[in-house]
């Protein structure tokens, strides 16, 4: 079965530079929602989509943004790096929401790391 | 808010061992609650879920129930293998288009000897 795939697996950036981290849901899934995982901690939700509009908003720093396109692939674009920006970016998605009778399914993630 | 609170790690048992990890929340109106798999070098997979009171859940001899009265949803599997190590995340999420992202606990790390 289709799975959430996310590009590219690795990422090295220098300071100040800028990342582009793609996601491709699983198909027929309208909703994405896009997740920072540092060293040891727990993923910390930054941004989610439906159909094509921003739904909600969490931790996600004003370098950041992201969209969702018509064939609803995401990409999360991060903008002048920083070291602290080093992590696991993961993206999920699910149909219409997450709740009583469906799930996100995740994606392997996107590791960055920034020198 | 909307959180969840989970035992810290980590946890070290030895294989055939029984465990538990206990997870509790906080939210208002009526979450659906997840538990995650985390392995080594790997994203997040689905290990499990209940979708309202007192339903269980099961995966891979896992269980957990959700328990409106105590705001838990403890894991728990009988014999642990050596292929179980692994950091467990318990997470609730809701229906609807208002506040439909997950949100994780700080994940529990377990490791299982031979």
């Known amino acids: 079965a289709a799975g959430v795939i996310q590009s590219p697996r690795h990422l090295i950036k220098e300071k100040r530079e800028t990342a582009t981290l793609k996601c491709y849901p699983i198909p027929r899934h309208d909703t994405v929602y896009w997740y920072q995982q540092g060293p040891g901690q727990d993923p910390q939700f930054l941004i989610s989509?439906?159909?094509?509009?921003?739904?909600d908003k969490g931790s996600i720093p004003d370098r950041f943004s992201a969209q969702q396109f018509s064939d609803y692939h995401s990409e999360l674009n991060m903008s002048s790096l920083e070291l602290g920006d080093s992590a696991l970016y993961f993206c999920a998605s699910s149909s219409r929401s997450i709740g009583r009778n469906t799930e996100a399914f995740f994606g392997q993630g996107t590791r960055l790391t920034v020198v | 808010g909307n959180s969840v609170t989970q035992m810290e790690g980590p946890v070290t048992l030895s294989e055939e061992a029984f465990l538990t990890i206990n997870c509790t929340y906080t939210?208002?109106?009526?979450?659906?609650l997840f538990w995650y798999v985390q392995y080594p070098g790997e994203g997040l997979q689905l290990l499990l879920k209940?979708?309202?009171?007192?339903d269980k859940g099961s995966n891979k001899g896992f269980e957990a129930t959700y328990r409106k009265e105590t705001t838990s949803f403890h894991l728990e599997k009988g014999s642990v293998q050596v292929s179980d190590s692994a950091v467990y995340f318990c997470?609730?999420?809701?229906?609807?288009?208002?506040?439909?992202?997950?949100?994780f606990g700080k994940g529990t790390r377990l490791h299982i000897l031979p």
């Open positions: 989509f439906y159909e094509k509009m921003q739904s």
């Open positions: 209940a979708t309202k009171a007192d």
């Open positions: 939210a208002t109106g009526y979450p659906s």
């Open positions: 997470a609730l999420g809701f229906s609807g288009n208002r506040d439909d992202k997950i949100i």
